[in-house]
């Protein structure tokens, strides 16, 4: 089914809970459980951010929402993972999940299960829950001018190109189409948008750009 669904909420499931020494990054690409989306996770102003960056089956649409104007939007690029703060002490995030299969939004958390899984869990009016688990895909992201601006500051004209991280005025120039295709593969790096890549750097996405920033 083209809109299964994004996010963990099928599977009961426990959580493995880290030690300090195994602290992980939860940001970057993550397969979901049945491997239909991949979802990147970034920070952005302070909180995680994760939206549908990878479709298996491509031009899913948001079908199930109950904004009638949000029905046809595309599901690539959607955000679903909404902003999450992380809890004290704990290496764990809480926010909300939005389930592409439903269009209703849940409480979750997402729990880092070693460097390369991550336990996400969501629950209806708390109760409910059910979870699953991700797997890594693409590397950590590095934190950018556009996910570190604070809210209400002004946006520079041009936002410098960090290694990694990329919003869409950082293509590649005009001029140079015959480098494009041995370039391919660094397009294709977590946080970058280009033919490989059509999402980019998360935060500068506008659902979540005008919520963060």
């Not at 955000?79 to 209703?104: C, F, H, R, S």
């Not at 140079?176 to 059509?198: I, T, V």
């Amino acid at each position: 089914m083209r809109l299964a669904l994004y996010t963990g909420i099928l599977l009961a499931g426990g959580y493995t809970y880290l030690t300090p020494a195994l602290a992980a990054d939860p940001t970057g690409d993550w397969r979901v459980a049945d491997g239909v989306a991949n979802i990147r996770v970034a920070q952005c102003n302070g909180s995680m951010w994760g939206a549908v960056s990878w479709e298996k089956q491509p031009g899913g649409r948001d079908e199930y929402n109950p904004d009638a104007s949000k029905k046809n939007r595309p599901t690539l690029g959607m955000a679903t993972l909404i902003d999450m703060k992380k809890k004290p002490g704990v290496d764990q995030w809480e926010g909300q999940v939005y389930n592409a299969k439903d269009g209703q939004l849940y409480s979750a958390t997402i729990t880092p299960a070693g460097t390369d899984q991550l336990e996400i869990k969501g629950c209806v009016m708390g109760f409910l829950c059910g979870g699953e688990t991700w797997t890594r895909v693409g590397p950590p992201i590095p934190s950018s001018p556009s996910n570190a601006m604070a809210k209400g500051t002004p946006k520079p004209g041009a936002v410098p190109k960090p290694a990694g991280t990329t919003g869409a005025m950082a293509a590649a120039p005009a001029t140079s189409p015959a480098p494009a295709a041995p370039k391919a593969a660094a397009a294709a790096k977590a946080g970058q948008k280009g033919a490989a890549d059509p999402v980019g750097d998360i935060c500068l996405l506008p659902e979540i750009a005008g919520f963060a920033h």
